[in-house]
């Protein structure tokens, strides 16, 4: 892998495995793996579903865009969120630091995995 390209970027529906494989590929690789989910409930000091719960999708859209937005994501495998894919500042980032890779699962899986 170059210098240019050391990050890799997973995306997909919820449910797809982007931690999941995030985590496992970070390991074979020697990246350092970073979660976007995560560091949204770090910074917001609640879950995910609280925020929707209480402030909407909208909101949750935004405070990830945000995160991705400051995040470093040199030499690091990012696990990102659901959802930013509609944020287009956020996928141009994800797109100029490496490989972005879109996680496809079948449907009946995804509503296993995610109820």
Do not use: C, W
Not at 38 to 43: F, M, P
Not at 56 to 81: C, F, H, M, P, W
């Amino acid at each position: 892998m170059t210098t240019s390209s050391r990050t890799i970027s997973l995306i997909g529906m919820p449910g797809a495995g982007k931690s999941t494989i995030g985590v496992v590929l970070a390991k074979l690789s020697g990246l350092r793996f970073v979660d976007t989910d995560l560091e949204i409930q770090h910074r917001a000091g609640r879950t995910l579903q609280q925020i929707i719960d209480s402030k909407g999708y909208r909101t949750l859209r935004q405070l990830e865009e945000n995160a991705l937005l400051q995040l470093d994501l040199s030499a690091a495998v990012i696990a990102t969120g659901g959802s930013v894919v509609y944020s287009e500042p956020a996928m141009k980032k994800l797109k100029l630091a490496g490989p972005t890779v879109f996680l496809e699962v079948v449907i009946e899986s995804l509503i296993k995995r995610v109820s």
